[in-house]
């Protein structure tokens, strides 16, 4: 094992060093152990901190495990593209990249033209093997991506403004003219949700079984699909919008409004979770990192901008695109479509610093309407004018799946007891939160401390303001002098701040107090005879 | 231009036969669950309802004494059977699968006081008010096949007549020497007739003893007079005594640490000790709200199940300061002894009304035969359920216990006197100079002093 050769041997034979090894066993280490361990020394009680102290070694082993079986239950790697010599990648065109892979996924790559039913949205369910698409002229159709199967097609007669899957292929619901629609794999009509009215786009939350709908005009509803409960109705207020999405990784809805501002939602608030301007323009796309830390927009103005969410900065600008439609992929690739042409950027080193990675353009005067990576396959669909296409993209799709969680191979009865098992665990709307890792931490404890002195003036501003704005009755027969009005706002101003005036006159009565106590011990010692003790009689 | 695209060939990821099993991929990436801590706050609150929805604890009572129930004692070397003596004299062996009585030892004209059996189940010994110590044997027969046996009443192989009424009774763990104890403490061999050692310290009546399981010639005991002493058979003198400020109902040992032993006390809490250092409790176990009667260890040696005179009975985790558990029926009144059952799964209470009732050890356990399958899920939602039980939602359904309206009220009446003395004790406190009061710690309190 240990032969040397003599003229020093291409680096390449040469096995992975053990400090190599060690830091790849790290990195994939670190995924797995989901945060820090508990700081253990702010406690005081021995019998707890035992039994934390092992349970955080039970962690440690866990995800060592983890970490060290991956190379076993997880054999597929995923995809990449690499240029040669002075070859750009996003010079190499599909065409080329069908020629060298295999037939398999060369059917992959491929044009669907439906030239007279209008532009085409779409819609995949989390396993990648089903895709929804519908036309605005009213065309419905439910596709087998596997096997390129029409499951179901039809023609609903009226306007279609989006599609979405429920839980799974055999539910979707259908933005219609008047009302969405839900309806069954067969096509049968069951449900037409009236409350929501004529909605502009859909969105569904995988977890809670909430349906999400947004109109033009900014108003925002959930509706639980499993009991048929209407969860949250809101006026977003912020003017018309165009975009929603859904954020995978905590289930908030951020909805992109025609002022610039982008609003985060949850279901059990009527006020957003945050507000952020993010544009000049109109926001005109929206996407989310699966990874729930990145958020790409793009406005009017033609410029993309990729935010951190955590501190809600600007992590990136891109100049030069105006997408109408944004998607991440789930290894971090984000698409964007353009007119005709389709752009897909890629962050390679790893300090989020998105860069050009590869380009489509397909037939001129065809409109793409929404771009749509495939999950758990290198492929991207876009949905455009005159139908979709499908392109390869290498290194987009996580190779590896879990059966449990998404099963691209799913047979009918593992469908329907993943389906019973997501119905019980499903999540209720209260577990919608910016940073879903809170859950089952202990708040704080806060010791009530005095209000500062900035709090106080400033709850007696805000009292005072509250008092200038009360209209005051205009009384008649004379009785309506210019003085008198003035002292009764007076009075009422007074009367706002009487009680922090008096609270202050406490305070400086026991400091007073404290100040008396302190002056008989300063006197000096030839006068204390003359200080009275008692009073006199 | 190097290019791959994941393909996965559809014979890869599925069976080939429909004998075979379904293919079954893993990928434990935390990016693809997102919301796993929500997604398990939820499985732990259905756990905690499922597990009171299965609650069931109470199996059957098992009747046949025409009088109160005074003492029991498990058989060794078999698992479903249990012997019972009650206060009219009657002893019985009774088989627990089928909770009928398989055979009786008359005898005793008293109350028949104390039950043990031998190491090896052969042998049964019991003790009581009339005076005499009676030793029988066990037939094997019997116990294998109890079907068809009921009742058959079984001669006394020996019977050893004392001067004073006898307390109870205990055997040593792979010895052949029983401890009898009444007016003091003597130690026997199966074929003598008289003690062959005894022990005095003080004048007071010895009310129980327990030999140590882990080192054999030790035993406990405690006394009328407040006392629990330590004997060694080798050193023939007393080695310790520890007396408190109230009489101790029953001592057990700790099968896995057999250093500790609980004592179950007359003010409502069971003290746990280190046998080598008395003058501290290892803990202090309060959830009763009349006398503590009897106490057993589970064989795990990781709780203890104890009877009270308030009729309920209680299961404490062996280092915790309150029950995880507590039984209770409207028929059943005061609780003068418990059994942990040899395999951990079962606890058996006799009481006042004159019956043995089996109850589980855990509530909504699933007995039988489970499925591996069945196993891990009820392993899993035991687990999840823990991580969660401090959140209040899961805490809320997994503390809820229904309690009698009595045992309630005298809970929430114990539970004001203590505020009050605690408040008066702070206020004390407050107004005198830093030191000059010191409170006693809880596990000290009860203890008056070690005596060598």
């Known amino acids: 094992m240990g032969l040397e050769e003599e003229n020093g041997g291409s680096a390449k034979d040469v096995p992975p060093t053990e400090q190599e090894l060690s830091a790849e066993f790290d990195t994939t280490l670190q995924k797995y152990l989901r945060g820090e361990g508990a700081d253990l020394e702010a406690l005081k009680d021995k019998k707890l901190k035992g039994q934390l102290a092992v349970r955080e070694k039970l962690y440690g082993n866990s995800a060592k495990a983890a970490a060290k079986f991956e190379k076993w239950l997880m054999p597929s790697e995923g995809g990449y593209l690499e240029a040669e010599g002075i070859e750009k990648t996003w010079r190499i065109k599909q065409d080329q990249i069908t020629r060298e892979v295999d037939i398999l996924s060369s059917r992959n790559q491929y044009d669907i033209v439906l030239k007279d039913l209008g532009p085409y949205t779409l819609d995949f369910t989390p396993s990648g093997r089903y895709m929804a698409t519908a036309g605005r002229k009213g065309h419905v159709a439910i596709v087998d991506m596997k096997s390129m199967e029409l499951i179901r097609e039809m023609q609903v007669k009226e306007t279609v403004r989006d599609i979405v899957f429920l839980h799974n292929e055999t539910f979707f619901a259908v933005a219609q003219k008047k009302y969405p629609y839900i309806y069954n794999r067969d096509g049968i009509e069951l449900h037409c949700l009236k409350e929501h009215g004529a909605v502009s786009r859909l969105q569904f939350l995988k977890n809670h079984f909430l349906l999400a709908t947004v109109n033009k005009f900014g108003q925002l509803r959930y509706q639980d699909v499993t009991t048929g409960e209407m969860i949250g109705n809101f006026r977003t207020g912020l003017g018309r919008t165009e975009t929603m999405q859904v954020n995978p990784f905590n289930g908030v809805i951020a909805v992109g409004h025609s002022g610039g501002t982008v609003s985060m939602w949850k279901p059990t608030s009527a006020a957003p979770l945050v507000k952020m301007l993010c544009h000049h323009g109109p926001i005109s796309a929206l996407a989310f990192h699966p990874n729930g830390q990145l958020m790409a927009t793009c406005g009017r103005e033609k410029k993309i901008k990729i935010w951190d969410l955590r501190k809600f900065e600007v992590v990136q600008t891109i100049p030069g695109h105006h997408a109408k439609t944004l998607d991440f992929s789930q290894k971090g690739l984000l698409a964007a479509g353009t007119g005709s042409y389709a752009q897909v950027l890629g962050d390679f080193s790893g300090s989020q610093n998105y860069s050009r990675y590869m380009g489509h353009s397909i037939a001129k005067g065809y409109q793409i309407g929404k771009v749509s990576f495939r999950p758990y396959e290198d492929v991207l669909v876009m949905g455009h004018s005159m139908g979709w296409s499908s392109i390869l993209i290498p290194g987009s799709g996580e190779p590896n799946f879990d059966t449990w969680v998404a099963n691209p191979f799913e047979t009918s009865k593992q469908r329907r007891e993943k389906e019973i098992h997501t119905l019980l665990d499903k999540l209720p709307p209260e577990t919608i939160m910016l940073d879903p890792s809170k859950i089952g931490t202990v708040r704080p404890y806060k010791k009530r401390e005095k209000p500062t002195k900035e709090e106080i003036e400033a709850e007696k501003e805000a009292a005072v303001e509250a008092v200038k704005d009360i209209a005051l009755k205009k009384k008649t027969k004379g009785r309506n002098k210019t003085s008198k009005r003035v002292m009764k706002r007076k009075v009422l101003i007074d009367k706002a701040k009487k009680p922090f005036i008096e609270k202050e006159m406490q305070e400086a009565g026991k400091v007073a107090g404290k100040r008396k106590l302190g002056e008989e011990t300063e006197l000096p010692a030839s006068l204390k005879r003359f200080v009275r003790k008692k009073a006199a009689v | ?452």
């Open chain 2, 1 to 452: 231009m190097k290019v791959k695209v994941i393909s996965r060939s559809t014979d890869e990821f599925t069976r080939e036969r429909s004998q075979d099993l379904q293919r079954v991929f893993r990928n434990f990436d935390p990016k693809l669950r997102p919301q796993e801590k929500a997604v398990e706050y939820v499985r732990a609150l259905n756990a905690a309802k499922l597990e009171k929805i299965f609650a069931r604890p109470f199996i059957g009572a098992m009747d046949g004494h025409i009088d109160a129930i005074s003492c029991m004692a498990k058989n060794p070397n078999f698992l479903k059977g249990i012997f019972s003596g009650s206060m009219d004299g009657d002893i019985r062996l009774w088989d627990i699968a089928s909770r009928k009585t398989v055979c009786q030892f008359p005898g005793h004209q008293g109350a028949v006081r104390g039950l043990t059996a031998s190491t090896d189940g052969s042998t049964l010994i019991s003790c009581g008010t009339d005076c005499t110590v009676r030793i029988w044997s066990v037939p094997v027969a019997a116990t294998l096949e109890s079907d068809h046996a009921s009742n058959k009443p079984i001669e006394a192989n020996a019977v050893y007549v004392g001067k004073n009424a006898y307390w109870a009774v205990d055997h040593q763990w792979g010895g052949d020497l029983f401890a009898t104890t009444g007016a003091r403490v003597e130690i026997w061999n199966h074929n003598r007739s008289q003690p062959v050692n005894t022990f005095e310290w003080g004048t007071d009546t010895v009310i129980s003893v327990r030999f140590n399981p882990g080192e054999p010639n030790l035993l406990a005991t405690s006394a009328s007079d407040r006392s629990i002493a330590l004997y060694d058979l080798r050193m023939s003198t007393p080695a310790r005594k520890l007396i408190m400020q109230t009489r101790t109902n029953s001592i057990a040992w700790n099968p896995m640490e057999p250093l500790n032993f609980t004592a179950a006390n007359e003010d409502c809490s069971c003290y746990s000790y280190d046998a080598r250092k008395l003058d501290e409790a290892k803990c202090v176990h309060k959830d009763h709200v009349s006398a503590v009667m009897d106490i057993d260890y589970s064989p795990t040696g990781r709780e203890f199940v104890t009877g009270s005179y308030d009729r309920t009975v209680r299961i404490f985790p062996y280092n915790g300061g309150h029950s995880r558990e507590i039984y209770h029926t409207k028929r059943m009144q005061r609780v003068f002894c418990v059994k942990f059952s040899s395999d951990a799964s079962y606890i058996i209470s006799g009481s006042d009304d004159t019956n043995l009732r089996l109850w589980k050890a855990k509530a909504s356990e699933q007995m039988g035969v489970l499925l591996p399958r069945e196993q891990k899920k009820h392993e899993y939602q035991e687990a999840v359920k823990n991580r969660y039980k401090h959140l209040p939602e899961v805490k809320r359904i997994v503390r809820h216990r229904h309690l009698p309206r009595p045992i309630y009220k005298a809970k929430e009446l114990r539970r004001s006197v203590i505020d009050a003395e605690k408040k008066k004790e702070e206020r004390r406190k407050a107004h005198s100079t830093p030191g000059s009061i010191v409170t006693e710690s809880v596990r000290k309190r009860r203890i008056i002093r070690e005596v060598e």
